[in-house]
């Protein structure tokens, strides 16, 4: 289930979401969130194994 949130983020970071949305790498402002999450959780995890 998600979650609905509010973020609050420079206007550079916004203008690279969309540019991204732009160019169909990412379908909405959310699936992007959930993508650098996803990736920075997953890097986590690949640096733990290793530690």
């Known amino acids: 289930m998600k979650?609905?949130?509010t973020v609050t983020i420079d206007k550079?970071?916004?203008k690279?979401?969309?540019d991204k949305i732009d160019k169909?790498?990412?379908?909405n402002?959310?699936?992007?969130?959930?993508?650098?999450?996803?990736n920075k959780i997953l890097e986590e995890k690949n640096e733990q194994k290793k530690g």
């Open 3 to 5: 979650e609905r949130i």
């Open 12 to 14: 550079q970071f916004l």
């Open 16 to 18: 690279w979401i969309d």
């Open 24 to 27: 169909k790498i990412f379908a």
């Open 29 to 38: 402002r959310s699936h992007c969130f959930e993508f650098l999450v996803n």
